[in-house]
């Protein structure tokens, strides 16, 4: 079975700290993805990678980057954190662009919470 | 560009009750489209998809058919149990020139079944 493993289930840190999120992955999958969830708005994406050391800017960048240093290994960083960034944050990775069926592959999510 | 507007929830029901979930989409060329599910305390699931006109996917009783002429993806399902509560989103990846492997989901419509 494909794998998505985040590094944190729950999180609380102070406005202006730098946070790290990780996730990773098991099946050799070239895309990996950063969402963030919240109610009433949906998955709104973050960032994505198609392979590493490349990303791509989503729907919502601002206040975030990523790392992708590693194939199996996509990060997250909020620079420095705000309110705004409380939230659940959930990775996913799908197969590359030659056989890509459109089905990603979810982590557990990362709940943040800034105060 | 590429959007996905679903059914706004909650939905409540009594087990054994029909479930219709909807959703509509606007894509440029001729996406693929999907229904995926989020059980309390996971991340999102695959639970269907479709990626041409006229076909219908169907999985754990959930059935939804691809209707180009109605730009429409409904979720519909006989006979819900308990165990279907769960947060539902329909998606889209788009067709040809656009990004692949990126997809674009709803903003979720909570479902609770109430024995």
């Known amino acids: 079975d494909v794998k998505v493993t985040q590094s944190s289930r729950y999180l609380v840190k102070r406005t202006g700290e730098k946070v790290f999120l990780e996730c990773v992955q098991d099946?050799?999958?070239?895309?990996m993805f950063w969402y963030r969830q919240d109610p009433g708005l949906g998955l709104r994406l973050i960032y994505f990678?198609?392979?590493?050391?490349?990303?791509e800017k989503g729907d919502i960048p601002e206040g975030y980057s990523v790392s992708r240093e590693k194939k199996e290994r996509f990060s997250l960083i909020l620079e420095s954190a705000s309110t705004n960034q409380t939230s659940m944050y959930l990775c996913?990775?799908?197969?590359?662009?030659?056989?890509?069926?459109?089905?990603?592959?979810f982590g557990e999510g990362s709940r943040l919470t800034v105060l | 560009g590429d959007s996905v507007t679903q059914m706004e929830g909650p939905v409540t029901l009594s087990e054994e009750a029909f479930l219709t979930i909807n959703c509509t989409y606007t894509?440029?060329?001729?996406?693929?489209l999907f229904w995926y599910v989020q059980y309390p305390g996971e991340g999102l699931q695959l639970l269907l998809k479709?990626?041409?006109?006229?076909d219908k996917g169907s999985n754990k009783g959930f059935e939804a058919t691809y209707r180009k002429e109605t730009t429409s993806f409904h979720l519909e399902k006989g006979s819900v149990q308990v165990s279907d509560s769960a947060v539902y989103f329909c998606?889209?990846?788009?067709?040809?020139?656009?990004?692949?492997?990126?997809?674009?989901f709803g903003r979720g419509t909570q479902l609770t079944v109430w024995p």
């Open positions: 996913a990775s799908s197969w590359g662009q030659v056989i890509n069926t459109g089905e990603l592959f």
């Open positions: 099946m050799d999958h070239e895309n």
């Open positions: 990678s198609y392979d590493v050391k490349m990303k």
């Open positions: 894509a440029t060329g001729y996406p693929s």
């Open positions: 479709a990626t041409k006109a006229d």
């Open positions: 998606a889209l990846m788009g067709g040809e020139g656009s990004t692949l492997g990126r997809l674009y």
